[in-house]
């Protein structure tokens, strides 16, 4: 036993970062408790989403809830144990929020299924090329860092705004504003009481630092949607029931334990139909949507968690650099290939850090983990939208804490910024914020007489939003 215990140390180096074998266990279950809520969030958007011919994943219309979290539960697993063994560091990886509404609302809305996920596939095969041949750092050193931030604090301020329509806090009205508050203005219904009470005390958890904050509001809350559930039969939403539940009407589970095998949809992938289906360039422009939104948040985690972890070396880079970038691109192209998003490295490893891991043993123990969920996917499909609202709210502030970093001073940063961050809620849309802020910015650059200081890559990228944006009218001008 002692033996085997020195080649696991050998191997991760555990007494060498300064840690234990018990300090890496803890650590991986830490971060584990702290992002399981992914199981229950990627299925409510991806899932419950149709996509261009009205379709859900799975080749139907009854949204495959417990399927798609099984198979978020599987590539989780397998990818963070990847990072375990091959990058040895304690980072976690699952599929990724702000990336998978970019694919149910925008990619899905004009494409099968199929079709969006294979574009999700090549974008993790071109990220594992830019990967191998060092282009990756070029392009992200290419983008003003507060551009940068500006994106992650957009996906935040989307991904809480579809939290607030999911769960029928914000409603679209026939007449009078876009918008408004609950029913007819007021919030008259228990499951939106349940909402507000869920958000609240997962907000309350969250400013008391507890672990598994988010988790553990989602259970909470699915816990009191039950319970009220039971008191009103309040039933299901509809146009004659507007104050009913969305998604599913909580119930006791049927079932706790089932298996739902996650490989039936890695053959759900069309990796070149979206080409033949919409224009190339705009399916260009949704991968590197994809692409460099993988981008920067990847960077940020390897940073934010590597100095947490005391990884950082002398030159600032982390150790296995190349590898943690090859098992994140793999995590894009699995993702894809899987049917449930694009997988990224998690902000939520920290929790991990926190409780002392260092290395990559704490991550084969939360991959592990994520492997058992798998078995307990049936039990997704009594959340409603309400239970799982509060938290997509709550990650939006987490994303958009980061509004401290953008100098609101400088308008030459702060305009595009803004643009950035505004656009991408109020169009619905990830890839028309980053176009809005890439073009802005490069203007402004422009008219002030700095155009030498736009990086030849941003250039290439700002042409491309411009002729993405301008497409509509050079079809209804030449009549195609």
Aim: aromatic fraction near 10%; glycine fraction near 10%; hydrophobic fraction near 55%.
């Amino acid at each position: 036993m002692s033996d085997t215990r020195n080649k696991i140390d050998r191997f991760f180096a555990i007494s060498a970062r300064g840690s234990t074998l018990s300090r890496e266990v803890r650590g991986g279950l830490a971060t584990f408790f702290t992002m399981a809520y992914i199981v229950v969030l990627n299925p409510i958007i991806i899932a419950t989403g149709t996509d261009v011919e009205k379709q859900v994943i799975g080749d139907g219309t009854t949204p495959n809830v417990a399927l798609v979290a099984a198979g978020t539960a599987f590539v989780a697993g397998v990818l963070t144990i990847l990072m375990g063994v091959i990058a040895r560091v304690p980072f976690a990886m699952a599929a990724g929020l702000g990336l998978n509404a970019f694919v149910t609302f925008n990619l899905a809305s004009v494409m099968t299924w199929e079709e969006a996920m294979g574009l999700v596939f090549l974008e993790g095969v071109i990220i594992a090329v830019l990967v191998l041949t060092g282009l990756r750092v070029a392009v992200f050193r290419a983008i003003p860092a507060q551009l940068k931030t500006a994106i992650s604090v957009g996906i935040g301020l989307f991904i809480a705004l579809i939290g607030f329509v999911d769960a029928g806090f914000v409603r679209r009205v026939p007449a009078g504003p876009p918008l408004e508050m609950g029913i007819g203005g007021n919030l008259t219904s228990w499951p939106i009481f349940v909402f507000v009470v869920g958000l609240l005390a997962t907000a309350a958890m969250v400013a008391r630092k507890v672990k598994g904050a988010i988790l553990l509001g989602i259970v909470g809350t699915t816990v009191l949607a039950i319970i009220v559930e039971l008191l009103t039969k309040s039933g299901a939403f509809s146009a004659e029931n507007p104050g009913g539940w969305q998604l599913n009407v909580p119930t006791m589970p049927e079932q706790v334990l089932g298996f739902h095998n996650p490989l039936v949809l890695f053959t759900e992938f069309d990796p070149f139909g979206a080409f033949s289906r919409i224009s190339v360039l705009l399916a260009v422009l949704f991968v590197f949507t994809l692409l460099i939104t993988d981008f920067f948040d990847t960077m940020g985690t390897m940073v934010g968690v590597g100095r947490q972890a005391n990884l950082i070396q002398e030159d600032g880079t982390l150790p296995r650099t190349k590898q943690i970038l090859l098992v994140d691109s793999i995590g894009a192209a699995a993702g894809g290939a899987g049917s449930v998003s694009s997988n990224t490295t998690y902000i939520e490893s920290a929790a991990g850090v926190g409780e002392g891991a260092r290395t990559g043993l704490a991550s084969v123990v939360t991959g592990v983990l994520f492997l058992v969920a798998i078995f307990f996917a049936p039990l997704v499909t009594v959340v409603p939208y309400e239970a799982a609202a509060p938290a997509l709210v709550v990650v939006g502030f987490l994303m958009m804490t980061a509004i401290r970093d953008i100098d609101w001073n400088d308008y030459e940063i702060a305009i595009p910024a803004f643009l950035t961050v505004v656009v991408m809620p109020f169009t619905y849309s990830v890839s028309n914020g980053i176009g809005a802020g890439f073009v802005s910015y490069v203007l402004i650059k422009v008219v002030r007489g700095r155009a030498r200081e736009i990086h030849p890559l941003l250039w290439a990228v700002t042409i491309l939003f411009v002729l993405y944006f301008a497409i509509g009218p050079i079809r209804a001008l030449f009549g195609v």
